[in-house]
């Protein structure tokens, strides 16, 4: 049976690719006069081929520099584009982060700066504070990403101890005026939260940073706190005059893309519905609920009648307890897989839209209700996998990973189930 929709949820997932394109979401928010020179700053994994593409749209001189992930690099004429270590930091990334702030720093009155952010941004720019290492900056995110928190807390905190996140970059490049484009990879589409904000301020201080961490019992060394409670951790606020002239627009979102997915579906002649756009948490627990609601419209015929496509997006986490690989779409399979065991007609495709999941090189999986079986007959237990964070050996075994390579764009998780 998932052979023979897999292509349907394909289809879906790259109508959703496809409405985040970076040539298509910059041409609907540049202004049609292009003709003067500009400075180009940016950072994510789809940094690089918004940056390609902007050159293809501008018409006056650029100059510029971004950074995106390792592999993830495209040629431009004009724009230096760099690579750097994701998710987690490394001396590349600071450097990356120094010739941002060095190329902010050179503007003036009269400049114009374009700034390109993308998902992914937060760990493609490590530059710690004073007092603080790379290591430091390190050990911060690999206890985050451990955490389980969701990210809009992770960047709570991380903002914190940065030279460049939290609006700071935008500060460096006063007197320039700053007009930041963004793909949005977080729920919500709160442009303050992607790659942590470094043009992008928002009201949370070092109390919120300590009120997520005692949330979700996040444990820091001493050398942290202590940092969290100095003056040199407060970041720039919304309220600052230095951002009183610049512009922020979200050129591509999940939203957007969801609706795109829709619309294939019914070209397709096939009902789609959305979800959510902004699904959080632990990614075996979304792959619970997804479950529990396909096996509801299977059943019951609600909360949507069937045949019918369930959409959602947003961006699950994972907490890491064992030491197998995967990622939270990969995870998210590997959970709905065991809760549709032996069920017909429900199968489904979750997948990042950036196209590489956490640690593996898959941009997700498909699963479907013999899925946990085949992972049986390959001489695997899916339920050990899964408490050991083994979600990739799993879907590997089953023979159903989803292998794209980079997109070139992020709007974080793309999800889909089909119930037939």
């Given at each position: 049976?998932?052979?023979?929709?897999?292509s349907?949820?394909k289809?879906?997932?790259?109508?959703?690719v496809?409405?985040a394109?970076?040539?298509k979401?910059l041409?609907r928010e540049?202004p049609?006069s292009r003709?003067?020179?500009?400075?180009?700053?940016g950072?994510?994994?789809?940094?690089a081929?918004?940056?390609?593409?902007?050159?293809?749209?501008w018409?006056?001189?650029?100059?510029?520099?971004v950074?995106?992930r390792?592999?993830?690099g495209?040629n431009?004429k004009h724009?230096?584009?760099?690579?750097?270590?994701h998710?987690?930091?490394?001396?590349?990334?600071?450097?990356?982060?120094?010739e941002?702030?060095?190329l902010?720093?050179?503007l003036?009155?009269?400049d114009?700066a374009?700034?390109?952010?993308t998902g992914?941004?937060?760990?493609?720019?490590?530059l710690p504070?004073?007092?603080?290492?790379l290591?430091?900056e390190?050990?911060?995110?690999?206890?985050?990403?451990?955490?389980?928190?969701?990210?809009?807390?992770m960047?709570a905190i991380?903002?914190?101890?940065?030279?460049i996140?939290g609006g700071?970059?935008?500060?460096?490049?006063?007197?320039g005026?700053?007009?930041t484009?963004?793909?949005s990879?977080?729920?919500?589409?709160?442009?303050?939260?992607?790659?942590?904000?470094p043009t992008?301020?928002?009201?949370?201080?070092?109390?919120?940073a300590?009120?997520?961490i005692?949330?979700y019992g996040?444990?820091l060394?001493?050398k942290f706190?202590?940092?969290l409670?100095?003056?040199n951790?407060?970041?720039?606020?919304?309220d600052d005059?230095d951002?009183?002239?610049?512009?922020?627009?979200?050129i591509?979102?999940?939203?957007?893309?969801?609706?795109?997915?829709?619309?294939?579906?019914?070209?397709?002649?096939?009902?789609?519905?959305?979800?959510?756009?902004?699904?959080e948490g632990?990614?075996?627990?979304?792959?619970?609920f997804?479950?529990a609601v396909?096996?509801e419209v299977?059943?019951?015929n609600?909360?949507?009648?069937k045949?019918v496509s369930?959409?959602s997006?947003?961006e699950?986490?994972?907490t890491?307890?064992?030491?197998?690989?995967?990622g939270?779409?990969?995870?998210t399979?590997?959970?709905?897989?065991l809760e549709i065991?032996?069920?017909?007609?429900?199968?489904?495709?979750?997948?990042?839209?950036?196209?590489i999941?956490g640690?593996?090189?898959n941009?997700?999986?498909?699963?479907d209700?013999?899925?946990?079986?085949?992972i049986?007959?390959a001489?695997?237990?899916p339920?050990?996998?899964l408490?050991?964070?083994?979600?990739?050996?799993?879907m590997?075994?089953?023979?159903?990973?989803?292998?794209?390579?980079p997109?070139g764009?992020?709007?974080n998780d793309f999800?889909a189930v089909?119930?037939d």
């Amino acid at each position: 049976m998932l052979d023979s929709k897999s292509s349907f949820l394909k289809d879906l997932f790259w109508a959703a690719v496809e409405a985040a394109d970076p040539l298509k979401a910059l041409a609907r928010e540049l202004p049609e006069s292009r003709e003067c020179p500009v400075a180009v700053m940016g950072a994510g994994k789809g940094a690089a081929q918004l940056a390609r593409a902007f050159e293809e749209l501008w018409l006056g001189p650029i100059r510029g520099v971004v950074v995106t992930r390792y592999g993830f690099g495209v040629n431009c004429k004009h724009v230096r584009v760099l690579e750097a270590a994701h998710p987690i930091p490394d001396e590349n990334g600071v450097k990356a982060s120094s010739e941002l702030l060095n190329l902010a720093n050179s503007l003036s009155e009269k400049d114009l700066a374009v700034v390109l952010i993308t998902g992914g941004g937060s760990a493609l720019l490590p530059l710690p504070p004073e007092g603080m290492t790379l290591g430091d900056e390190i050990l911060l995110n690999e206890i985050l990403l451990r955490s389980g928190a969701p990210i809009s807390a992770m960047n709570a905190i991380r903002k914190h101890f940065s030279k460049i996140k939290g609006g700071r970059l935008a500060v460096a490049a006063r007197p320039g005026k700053l007009h930041t484009l963004i793909v949005s990879d977080v729920p919500g589409d709160d442009p303050s939260q992607v790659a942590s904000g470094p043009t992008v301020p928002d009201a949370s201080d070092p109390d919120t940073a300590f009120a997520a961490i005692k949330r979700y019992g996040i444990e820091l060394p001493s050398k942290f706190l202590d940092h969290l409670s100095s003056e040199n951790a407060r970041a720039p606020t919304p309220d600052d005059p230095d951002f009183e002239e610049n512009s922020v627009n979200v050129i591509a979102s999940c939203s957007l893309s969801l609706e795109a997915a829709v619309g294939r579906a019914k070209c397709l002649g096939a009902d789609a519905r959305i979800l959510s756009s902004a699904m959080e948490g632990e990614a075996r627990e979304a792959g619970r609920f997804l479950a529990a609601v396909a096996k509801e419209v299977k059943i019951a015929n609600r909360p949507f009648r069937k045949p019918v496509s369930i959409l959602s997006g947003g961006e699950t986490t994972v907490t890491i307890k064992g030491t197998g690989l995967g990622g939270p779409n990969t995870e998210t399979t590997l959970s709905f897989a065991l809760e549709i065991e032996g069920c017909d007609g429900i199968c489904a495709l979750f997948a990042d839209t950036d196209g590489i999941d956490g640690s593996g090189t898959n941009a997700g999986a498909f699963a479907d209700g013999n899925t946990a079986g085949r992972i049986r007959e390959a001489g695997l237990d899916p339920v050990e996998c899964l408490a050991n964070n083994d979600s990739l050996k799993a879907m590997e075994a089953a023979g159903q990973t989803f292998e794209i390579g980079p997109t070139g764009t992020n709007v974080n998780d793309f999800r889909a189930v089909l119930v037939d």
